[in-house]
């Protein structure tokens, strides 16, 4: 679940290697929707680490398979220094 989510938010940000995550949670919704909540770091364009800002991301749970269906970062443009 986390992986899942972890993976959509890291995709949307400038340098997706370098993303660092702390304080996931997982909330339960209706039936096959979960929220993971968490922090993100991620690089600028300089290289440097911008600081941690709030995520979620809405994941559909299907069996085994794991599909991010909806994804928000609170700062998304911080991450994308131009």
């Known amino acids: ?10 995709n949307s940000m400038l340098d997706p290697e370098a993303a660092r995550f702390r304080a996931l949670t997982i909330y339960n919704e209706s039936s096959g929707i979960k929220t ?5 770091n991620g690089k600028n364009r300089y290289g440097g680490y911008v600081g941690f800002t709030t995520f979620r991301v809405k994941v559909a749970v299907s069996g085994s398979r794991r599909m991010p ?4 970062l609170a700062s998304c443009q911080s ?4």
């Open 1 to 10: 679940m986390f992986a899942a989510a972890q993976e959509a938010v890291a």
């Open 36 to 40: 993971v909540m968490g922090q993100v």
């Open 69 to 72: 269906c909806q994804a928000q």
């Open 79 to 82: 991450m994308r220094i131009q």
